[in-house]
């Protein structure tokens, strides 16, 4: 057998569950071993990975501009954003915690849809930067998705421990739900990714040379 | 039909799509993409026991972890802890339900179910009992892949003790201690389990049934 023969061009698929070589005989078929229902590649892979990154997208701009928790001292509220927490951070001197924070919820999700939209243009259009780079690009936007989390479990944590009444007491903000829905959707989007699609336009394009 | 009779002996990259033939390993040794560099599979040390075992804890752990308060802070004489479920609850109160179903979801129901499915697998395979319903349960194992989130929860418990430090009183719950120790198992699952040893296994078992 032929060493970097790719499965496509053999007419064999693997099975995204269990990794089963299978024989294609359908464009859609059960896998033989584990009865998961695939194709060759996922199946309109581009248009679900660019509707979820724009929807998460447009999820950014309110998570940004609305409050992600409530402070309450004697009964004054004081409502912070991402960015006005962690300007606080700083202004306290907890730079490494402000750095983490900086990080998981802003740095993380920008990172992780503009990532995206590169692969998306990188299967459309031959790039010069390496398909191994590139398929260590989208491992590094997968493996990275469940982080950004990391605020909205802060404000949960919080907001059930300070719970003091009139005295002090945190409340989440809007601005939360929004957040959720942006890393939830960046989460599908990665998934709904194929990296195999990045390989094969090398192919298509040293086929045409 | 030589190339029917290949096809169990191939394997194929999840990421460039490249067929290689695959090689026999011993314990211990991992398969990498020849194309990619990405690991293909790989075979682990005693998986069956290590894994039973292993599972075994977490699943004892997650009752601690869910029940028992995280965190607790004292302001002005007035003391207060929470446990992961007070989390919960108190979004659900606070009308945020997308909040608490994501914190219900990503942190006590996902990782249960895990856990949970690698327990009951290496069970039924340590007693030799394969059935078709293990198929089941070993896919939700892997459609989970990527949304337990028990890392990022402990985490964002440090970070937010590190936001209430200023506080009069601090007190790292025994919640905390277990989900650590939970954390811990969880990783180790994923180290221990021989993904493809189970898939071969079944496949073997169930074959000539159906």
Redesign the interface.
Known sequence: ?N??????A?N???C????????MTERKQRCS????QFSQRKPYSLQYTFAWTLAAIVMFIPANIYPMMVFYTLGRPEKSTILEGIASFIQQG?YP?AF??FLASFIIPLGKIIGLLILLYNTKSYSRIS??KQ?QM??LI??L???S??????V?????????GF??SI??GAG??YF??MV?FT?FA??SFD??L???IERRNTNDR | MNHLNDINTLIACKHCDTVANSPTLTAGESALCPCCGYTLFSRKVDPVNRTLAVSLAGLLLLIPTVTLPIIGVGVAGKYNDATLIDCIMLMINADFYIIAFSVFLFTIAIPSVRIFSAFYLSYRIKTKQLSTSLLTFYRSYHLFDSWTMIHVFFLGVIVSMYKLISLDELIVGSGLVSMLLLLFCSTLISITLDQKLIWDLLEHELEPKS
Request: proline residues 4%; charged residues 15%; contains cysteine.
């Open positions: 057998m060493l970097n023969q790719k499965a496509k053999l064999l698929g693997c995204p569950c269990c990794q089963k070589v299978n024989e071993r584990c009865h998961h907890h915690i983490i924070i398909k191994k398929t989208y491992h997968a493996s998705g469940p982080w989390m990391l605020d909205v479990f802060v949960a944590v919080m907001a059930a421990v300070v719970n003091f005295f002090t409340e989440a939360i739900t959720t829905l939830i989460i990665a998934e990296p195999r990045l390989w094969d």
